[in-house]
């Protein structure tokens, strides 16, 4: 198992590559001039010019590349334009914050996901089973700030149960995770219904439900252990989803993460720490996709073959 997981981060290293690229070409074709934003709209020409040279900007585009390619490679994600220290340094007091609101909003849409998609195979067509469908609907098409605006109203302005906006207790995470996880939820309950119904059809559940094993032995021995790869594969990817919600996330509830920190570099247009963020951001969508493919190899030892 373990050869193949290393080949799949070999594998990734030329997807990091691209994505050098990509961000490098798109940074640069963001409307505006971070050098003319440093020096001031009333800044002359030449100071413009200058500020532009000092930061590099003056240089082909070309040339810009391979200066941060080797950066990168050496390990530096540069400085930013803004605050002038090290990209790494603005980054790292970010990195919790948003792992924490991660891991709160991913445990919710998972648990909550995984249950709720069970309970509406195992009660096909019914009133919970439409219920299900319909909050899982609601979830996945509802926009995520509009979600996040609501829950505030209610929550926190209406009820005054939860703080509207900040850090620091579990009450800070409840609408924040809430409003990340919602979208998640929705998928892996629809997926997971739809999974648990095909896996219910099959002849070995016949078999168990003519033995009169017990409901809870058939559903969570049988049922569930040859559903759990899917399931699996269907969490690692809305993992992986969640980070591009989370910029929206963070932003509404003005949460001190990645994602809010992105848009404020995308506003100043500081190009070395939105370089850097989207790096970050590809990186932990190829780890995770690594280790989801290492998880379903334990699960289920026929993937290995088939990898």
Same mark, same amino acid.
């Given at each position: 198992?373990?050869?193949?997981?290393?080949?799949?981060?070999?594998?990734?290293?030329?997807?990091?590559?691209?994505?050098?690229?990509?961000?490098?070409?798109?940074?640069?074709?963001?409307?505006?001039?971070?050098?003319?934003?440093?020096?001031?709209?009333?800044?002359?020409?030449?100071?413009?010019?200058?500020?532009?040279?000092?930061?590099?900007?003056?240089?082909?585009?070309?040339?810009?590349?391979?200066?941060? @390619?080797? &950066?990168?490679?050496?390990?530096?994600?540069?400085?930013?334009?803004?605050? /002038? %220290? !090290?990209? *790494?340094?603005?980054? $790292?007091?970010?990195?919790?914050?948003?792992?924490?609101?991660?891991?709160?909003?991913?445990?919710?849409?998972?648990?909550?996901?995984?249950?709720?998609?069970?309970?509406?195979?195992?009660?096909?067509?019914?009133?919970?089973?439409?219920?299900?469908?319909?909050?899982?609907?609601?979830?996945?098409?509802?926009?995520?700030?509009?979600?996040?605006?609501?829950?505030?109203?209610?929550?926190?302005?209406?009820?005054?149960?939860?703080?509207?906006?900040?850090?620091?207790?579990?009450?800070?995470?409840?609408?924040?995770?809430?409003?990340?996880?919602?979208?998640?939820?929705?998928?892996?309950?629809? @997926?997971? &219904?739809?999974?648990?119904?095909?896996?219910?059809?099959?002849?070995?559940? /016949? %078999? !168990?439900? *003519?033995?009169?094993? $017990?409901?809870?032995?058939?559903?969570?021995?049988?049922?569930?252990?040859?559903?759990?790869?899917?399931?699996?594969?269907?969490?690692?990817?809305?993992?992986?989803?969640?980070?591009?919600?989370?910029?929206?996330?963070?932003?509404?509830?003005?949460?001190?993460?990645?994602?809010?920190?992105?848009?404020?570099?995308?506003?100043?247009?500081?190009?070395?720490?939105?370089?850097?963020?989207?790096?970050?951001?590809?990186?932990?969508?190829?780890?995770?996709?690594?280790?989801?493919?290492?998880?379903?190899?334990?699960?289920?030892?026929?993937?290995?073959?088939?990898?």
């Amino acid at each position: 198992m373990l050869p193949l997981i290393l080949r799949r981060a070999v594998e990734a290293v030329p997807t990091l590559v691209l994505v050098t690229v990509t961000v490098f070409l798109v940074v640069h074709v963001i409307p505006g001039d971070p050098a003319l934003f440093l020096a001031g709209d009333q800044a002359r020409e030449e100071d413009v010019a200058g500020v532009r040279r000092h930061l590099g900007l003056d240089r082909p585009y070309h040339l810009q590349y391979l200066g941060y @390619l080797g &950066r990168i490679l050496r390990g530096d994600l540069g400085y930013s334009f803004t605050t /002038r %220290t !090290a990209v *790494a340094d603005v980054i $790292a007091p970010r990195v919790w914050p948003s792992v924490q609101l991660a891991l709160a909003a991913m445990t919710l849409a998972a648990l909550l996901g995984l249950a709720t998609g069970i309970v509406a195979a195992l009660r096909p067509h019914g009133w919970i089973d439409t219920v299900v469908s319909t909050v899982s609907l609601l979830g996945v098409t509802v926009p995520t700030f509009w979600l996040g605006l609501m829950l505030m109203w209610l929550l926190a302005v209406h009820w005054q149960l939860v703080p509207s906006f900040g850090t620091g207790t579990w009450k800070h995470v409840v609408m924040p995770a809430i409003t990340l996880g919602a979208a998640p939820l929705g998928i892996i309950a629809r @997926l997971t &219904r739809s999974e648990m119904l095909e896996v219910l059809q099959q002849d070995f559940i /016949r %078999t !168990a439900w *003519a033995k009169g094993l $017990a409901r809870h032995v058939v559903v969570l021995k049988h049922a569930l252990r040859n559903m759990l790869l899917p399931a699996v594969n269907f969490v690692g990817m809305q993992i992986g989803i969640a980070l591009g919600y989370a910029v929206v996330t963070e932003t509404v509830f003005a949460w001190p993460g990645l994602g809010r920190l992105l848009i404020d570099s995308v506003t100043v247009r500081d190009y070395p720490t939105i370089q850097g963020l989207i790096l970050l951001f590809a990186a932990v969508f190829i780890a995770l996709n690594v280790v989801v493919d290492g998880v379903a190899m334990w699960v289920d030892p026929r993937t290995r073959h088939a990898g």
